[in-house]
């Protein structure tokens, strides 16, 4: 079994080049997403990036669980809080690990070590299944 990396331990270059593009992808992002005017319906602002309509919503009337993201991206991005999680609590979820990830990787790489503890399996996955819970619940309150 591979012992874990020490937060003092060099990242190799492979492991450094792909911290800095992942974290550059992640604010890039949220750059992208400040850009953007936020679609006053809550949803379609990913329509202005020439994307087409939610599918989904077009055939069955319904949002899909995603519906709303960018909208989310964009508004909390201009400090509508409230609005953004009207729009899609994953979305700001999403927003807000975006951020503090893109940071850390970034940093991680220009450092050559990690910023701080390297990222563990087990942490990794408890945060994708809290992002899921977040954006399944979200979706299910637009039902109600």
């Given at each position: 079994?591979?012992?874990?990396?020490?937060?003092?331990?060099?990242?190799s270059k492979t492991v450094r080049?792909?911290?800095g593009v992942l974290g550059i992808?992640?604010?890039?992002?949220?750059?992208?997403?400040?850009?953007?005017?936020?679609?006053?319906?809550?949803?379609?602002?990913?329509?202005?990036?020439?994307?087409?309509?939610?599918?989904?919503?077009?055939?069955?009337?319904?949002?899909?669980?995603?519906?709303?993201?960018?909208?989310?991206?964009?508004?909390?991005?201009?400090?509508?809080?409230?609005?953004?999680?009207?729009?899609?609590?994953?979305?700001?979820?999403?927003?807000?690990?975006?951020?503090?990830?893109?940071?850390?990787?970034?940093?991680?790489?220009?450092?050559?070590?990690?910023?701080?503890?390297?990222?563990?399996?087990?942490?990794?996955?408890?945060?994708?299944?809290?992002?899921?819970?977040?954006?399944?619940?979200?979706?299910?309150?637009?039902?109600?």
């Amino acid at each position: 079994m591979q012992q874990p990396t020490q937060p003092s331990a060099n990242l190799s270059k492979t492991v450094r080049f792909t911290s800095g593009v992942l974290g550059i992808s992640a604010l890039g992002l949220l750059l992208v997403a400040h850009s953007l005017v936020p679609d006053v319906r809550g949803l379609g602002t990913h329509e202005q990036l020439g994307l087409s309509p939610c599918t989904i919503k077009q055939v069955f009337g319904i949002r899909c669980p995603s519906c709303g993201m960018t909208t989310s991206w964009s508004l909390i991005s201009h400090g509508r809080v409230g609005a953004a999680f009207q729009a899609n609590a994953g979305g700001v979820l999403l927003a807000g690990l975006a951020s503090l990830a893109g940071v850390w990787l970034v940093a991680s790489a220009a450092l050559g070590r990690w910023a701080t503890r390297p990222p563990s399996s087990r942490a990794v996955l408890a945060t994708m299944l809290v992002v899921l819970a977040v954006v399944l619940l979200d979706w299910g309150r637009h039902f109600l």
